[in-house]
């Protein structure tokens, strides 16, 4: 299911989704004790399924300020007015833990589906600054190396 918030208030698509009698698989709250234990049990899911794929955020220009009309006599835009207007979409992609739920045999067709529908469910996760070491975590230990 794909849910796009409105107001971002706290447990807004987890209550909806119980009132819809649909609660989110993994919802100690609002969810079914039984579903969730047979998914726990059968599928090794231990945690709540939802996950945020991505973020589509306005502009980082304050609507309020007063911004400088860079278009161009044809009502094109200027390189730097095209930049100040751009949304920022971040994409997260699935935990593997929670991809290998979803990659289950049993559940083939329901994947297929779903990467059909929104193929960025497919992108690995990658981790840019170097790990939970953090970024420099490999020089350091290179230095450490050298120091011995």
Not at 6 to 28: M, V
Not at 120 to 139: A, C, N, P, Q, V
Request: hydrophobic fraction near 30%; aromatic fraction near 6%; proline fraction near 6%.
């Amino acid at each position: 299911v794909l849910c796009e918030p409105l107001t971002g208030r706290t447990h807004q698509i987890r209550k909806h989704a119980s009132s819809l009698s649909q609660p989110i698989l993994g919802d100690t709250q609002h969810g079914d004790t039984k579903v969730n234990r047979w998914w726990r049990n059968n599928r090794g899911l231990d945690r709540l399924a939802l996950h945020c794929l991505s973020l589509d955020l306005p502009s980082w220009q304050d609507e309020e300020e007063e911004v400088e009309d860079l278009s161009k006599p044809d009502g094109s835009t200027t390189d730097e007015e095209s930049k100040n207007n751009e949304r920022t979409v971040c994409v997260a992609p699935l935990p593997p833990d929670f991809a290998s739920v979803l990659q289950h045999p049993d559940l083939v067709d329901f994947w297929n589906t779903a990467t059909a529908n929104e193929p960025r469910l497919m992108i690995e996760e990658y981790d840019e600054t170097g790990g939970s070491f953090g970024r420099y975590y490999r020089k350091r230990v290179a230095d450490n190396d050298a120091e011995n």
